[in-house]
């Protein structure tokens, strides 16, 4: 059975067939959910959809039909906010998705406290689930409407994921992310930066003396995205990860 399923997704164009094939006979109890998630797989659906994880950051993360897969060029965003996590401090991560980055940094040795927000209902039952086990706190919501008023002025590491593809350039993306990942989770406006810049623009309000906000951008939009942070009050820097490509612009509240 495992050679029919390796040459059906190879059939189905998955480069890494062998993995994708032992990824799913780990993942399925019998033979016919082997057979329904080589079809979904074939049909397109991406592969952490079927399965129902994804690897991120040494962590696997449940994820779920109509959630934001997480990306692994996203582990440099938590590798930055890291270095800047006080042990027991107060973490929080906005359109947090399946709570990926929320999970890593509450993983991390530092055991902030944390608390996340989305205004997807699908993307909060996911977050929670994959947050229970650090007690974090999971918040449905728009950005900073979500959030308790007394985080407020409290808060020392702000991340935020937000999405960043230019409205006209969606319909590039691979099919697997257009065809089965929420719009409102790729879809940034007309440059991409539409929810940067309103992340940006609360956050003064929310970090504390000191704190720091954290946001993956692409390194084309990188200009605009550092003079939204300036223009919100932050001393802002960038940082860059090469093998990924990833830019993660960095404010401080002075």
């Known amino acids: 059975m495992r ?49 129902g994880r ?3 950051h040494g962590l696997l993360i449940t994820v779920e ?5 997480p990306r692994r060029r996203t582990e440099f965003l938590v590798d930055q906010a890291l270095a800047l996590t006080p042990d027991a401090g107060l973490v ?19 055991a902030p406290r944390l608390h996340a927000a989305d205004i997807d209902p699908v993307a909060v039952r996911c977050a929670r689930r994959n947050l229970a086990p650090y007690e974090g706190h999971v918040h449905e919501g728009d950005l900073y409407a979500a959030l308790p008023d007394a985080l407020r002025g409290r808060i020392d590491v702000l991340t935020a994921n937000v999405p960043y593809v230019p409205s006209d350039e969606v319909r590039l993306l691979p099919a697997e992310a257009r065809e089965h990942e929420p719009p409102a989770a790729l879809d940034g406006g007309t440059d991409g930066l539409d929810l940067l810049r309103r992340v940006a623009a609360g956050a003064p309000r929310w ?7 954290l946001v993956e951008t692409s390194e084309r939009q990188a200009p605009a995205a550092l003079a939204a942070f300036t223009g919100a009050g932050l001393d802002a820097r960038l940082a860059h990860e090469e093998e990924y490509g990833t830019t993660v612009v960095i404010g401080l509240r002075r």
């Open 92 to 110: 929080v991560d906005l359109c947090c998705g399946s709570g990926a980055v929320g999970a890593a940094l509450a993983a991390s040795p530092a």
């Open 3 to 51: 050679s029919s399923v390796v040459a059906a997704l190879r059939a189905a164009g998955c480069v890494f067939a062998e993995d994708e094939a032992e990824l799913i006979f780990t993942a399925a109890r019998t033979a016919s959910e082997i057979t329904a998630m080589v079809d979904r797989r074939v049909a397109g659906e991406p592969l952490e959809i079927v399965v």
């Open 207 to 213: 970090l504390a003396p000191g704190g720091a906000l």
């Open 65 to 69: 039909p109509g959630v934001f897969v």
């Open 54 to 56: 994804a690897e991120f």
